[in-house]
């Protein structure tokens, strides 16, 4: 920066700062004829509709089905003591696989929404094309 505070002309010549402001204003620009204004055509655009988000209804359905197994377990007497009971008996391998067998089912639920999800980006690529 130069710390220059008049601007400068075409010609790299500095004018002084009110006749700078005033020379766009000095040479009036010539207007285009009007034209009539011709209706545009009407372009048939699709409406669209908004998507519906299968990963959350999916993901809805299996945490309520989480809840409500929750929510009996808890409500009957003596069931959290015998789930309690039957987790101190597992052996280690059993454990494993109900661990991968919990691991599975997400990955299955994962997948069943990514299908979803698929399936519905190719009915909207027919209905558009």
Do not use: F
Not at 53 to 60: D, E, N, S, T, Y
Not at 105 to 114: I, S
């Amino acid at each position: 920066m130069t710390g220059r505070t008049e601007p400068l002309d075409t010609a790299g010549e500095t004018l002084p700062l009110p006749d700078a402001l005033l020379a766009p204003l000095a040479t009036p620009t010539p207007l285009a004829p009007e034209a009539p204004l011709a209706p545009e055509p009407a372009i048939a655009t699709p409406v669209l509709r908004p998507r519906t988000r299968w990963a959350g209804i999916v993901w809805g359905l299996v945490l309520a089905a989480v809840a409500g197994a929750g929510i009996w377990l808890a409500s009957g007497d003596g069931r959290i003591a015998e789930l309690a009971t039957w987790v101190q008996d597992l052996s280690p391998a059993t454990a494993v696989g109900y661990g991968i067998l919990i691991i599975g089912g997400l990955l299955l639920v994962t997948g069943l929404v990514g299908l979803l999800r698929r399936a519905q980006r190719a009915v909207a690529a027919r209905a558009g094309a």
